[in-house]
């Protein structure tokens, strides 16, 4: 799997672009791009890779990512069965970060909005966002020029103003990926978004760095602050959270389909990640 580049600057009379985008399954391609991106999920569900983080994602769910920051978005299983007659649905707006013009955002009424943008360098998930300023969204789509770039500013001021997010990818990866100018890094990480939960070796990455194994092995942690098994390691148990609330398997299944070979290892490096096991993990978010 390759990290694209894709390219979203063919606007038309706007400054930002607005598209509702409706398939069987959202196209499962690991890219970035130099807009942010600001994405409302009509429909579906499945796993989203944002930077280093793998989130369970839903119905109702706002993400706002970030300029430059790889991203895909992936559905569940039962989405790619000929049979299936789920869709996926989702609202993406792409903007430049100075699409009103290179200072508008630095002058005192707009630097909150500025400093959103700051945020969703990492990718910024909005939690419990009231159902008024979706459909705000939706509207937004039926607008045309002055009228809809007001109503973007005003969505835009509300989302800065809210204070329930999560962050989403690591300084780590943002770091690194932005540090990164050769496809070295870029490679790499796809190499891992796409092996994750199967057989993954340094000396398939190194490889693919065109590196001996222990010249990658210093590259690596040099750039990730990190190993490259404990960053697999993060990844994999990153995705079994996201098994674990969906509730769908047991953690006997959920270990291998993480990418685990058993099940004492499993639960021996959820705790040193999550500072919990994965009843204990269960056991919290039901009384969250």
């Not at 890779?49 to 706002?64: C, H, N, P, R, T």
């Amino acid at each position: 799997m390759k990290l694209h580049f894709l390219d979203r600057s063919n606007l038309s009379n706007s400054s930002f672009a607005t598209k509702v985008n409706e398939y069987p399954y959202f196209l499962k391609i690991w890219h970035y791009h130099p807009e942010l991106e600001l994405v409302v999920v009509l429909k579906s569900e499945g796993t989203c890779f944002i930077g280093d983080s793998v989130e369970k994602f839903g119905i109702g769910d706002v993400v706002l990512i970030g300029k430059n920051l790889p991203h895909m978005w992936q559905n569940d299983e039962g989405y790619f069965k000929q049979t299936s007659k789920q869709t996926a649905k989702a609202i993406a707006i792409h903007f430049k970060q100075d699409y009103l013009g290179p200072k508008f955002f630095e002058t005192p009424e707009m630097i909150h909005i500025l400093e959103l943008f700051e945020r969703a360098r990492f990718g910024l998930k909005f939690l419990n966002l009231n159902k008024t300023l979706i459909s705000d969204i939706q509207n937004m789509l039926e607008l045309e020029g002055f009228e809809k770039t007001m109503a973007f500013l005003n969505i835009l001021n509300a989302l800065a103003k809210h204070k329930d997010t999560k962050r989403l990818s690591s300084h780590g990866f943002v770091n690194s990926f932005q540090a990164s100018k050769s496809d070295t890094q870029d490679n790499v990480q796809a190499y891992i978004f796409k092996n994750f939960n199967q057989d993954i070796s340094l000396d398939k990455a190194a490889e693919i760095a065109n590196m001996n194994p222990s010249a990658f092995s210093r590259y690596f942690k040099r750039v990730n602050k990190k190993t490259f098994s404990k960053y697999v390691t993060e990844i994999r148990i990153g995705y079994a959270c996201k098994l674990l609330l969906e509730n769908k398997f047991n953690i006997s299944t959920i270990c291998y389909e993480s990418g685990f070979n058993n099940i004492s290892n499993f639960n021996r490096q959820f705790k040193l990640v999550m500072d919990c096991t994965p009843s204990e993990y269960l056991e919290k978010r039901k009384k969250s």
